[in-house]
T-cell receptor, first 113, second 113 residues
Framework: DAGITQSPRHKVTETGTPVTLRCHQTENHRYMYWYRQDPGHGLRLIHYSYGVKDTDKGEVSDGYSVSRSKTEDFLLTLESATSSQTSVYFC????????????FGPGTRLTVT | AQSVAQPEDQVNVAEGNPLTVKCTYSVSGNPYLFWYVQYPNRGLQFLLKYITGDNLVKGSYGFEAEYTKSQTSFHLKKPSALVSDSALYFCAVRPNAGNMLTFGGGTRLMVKP
């Protein structure tokens, strides 16, 4: 999985609680991405980062925030989890060079009850 | 805005037969096109990409993809399917500017013995 780890791998939480998911990479890639995967929707981009402290919104950013205080870590926070945020969350990095392919972590399965 | 369509939710093929998984896209400019595969409970794995050059690109595990500009299509192909090819396949596109990919909804490939 391209030197990318995600934690936790599974989490069950209650509606209204805050949740933080962590993505860690070991290869000093500049670009990092958070996606969610839902049946029938493929992968949808939540937020991405193009450097330390540099982030931007994706297609489905409402209800999510991100932070990147160091190159290797990209955090995704659900400030107040809702059942609609039950999903599988994937982190990705962009490969080096100008070919733009992305490499994905193993995913975090989040269930909001 | 760019979009990707994978018109078939599922493709069924017998082992040893050729397979095709379809993808069409809408994007401004010259696209960068990608195929990914996802096995159960795993992250997406990069298979192949088209950026420029030969319209038939070869990738991992014996897969190839044909880019047809006139039809804005990028179909994934394999001459002889294996049962182990059974998985979820995603097509993705990057327009000629930007750092994000847009993914299709995915096609489940089932290869039967």
């Amino acid at each position: 999985d391209a030197g990318i780890t995600q934690s936790p791998r599974h989490k069950v939480t209650e509606t209204g609680t805050p949740v933080t998911l962590r993505c860690h990479q070991t290869e000093n890639h500049r670009y990092m991405y958070w996606y969610r995967q839902d049946p029938g929707h493929g992968l949808r981009l939540i937020h991405y980062s193009y450097g330390v402290k540099d982030t931007d919104k994706g297609e489905v950013s409402d209800g999510y925030s991100v932070s990147r205080s160091k190159t290797e870590d990209f955090l995704l926070t659900l400030e107040s989890a809702t059942s609609s945020q039950t999903s599988v969350y994937f982190c990705a990095i962009r490969g080096t060079g100008n070919t733009y392919e992305q490499y994905f972590g193993p995913g975090t399965r989040l269930t909001v009850t | 805005a760019q979009s990707v369509a994978q018109p078939e939710d599922q493709v069924n093929v017998a082992e040893g037969n050729p397979l095709t998984v379809k993808c069409t896209y809408s994007v401004s400019g010259n696209p960068y096109l990608f195929w990914y595969v996802q096995y159960p409970n795993r992250g997406l794995q990069f298979l192949l990409k088209y950026i420029t050059g030969d319209n038939l690109v070869k990738g991992s595990y014996g897969f190839e993809a044909e880019y047809t500009k006139s039809q804005t299509s990028f179909h994934l192909k394999k001459p002889s399917a294996l049962v182990s090819d059974s998985a979820l396949y995603f097509c993705a596109v990057r327009p000629n500017a930007g750092n994000m990919l847009t993914f299709g909804g995915g096609t489940r490939l089932m290869v039967k013995p």
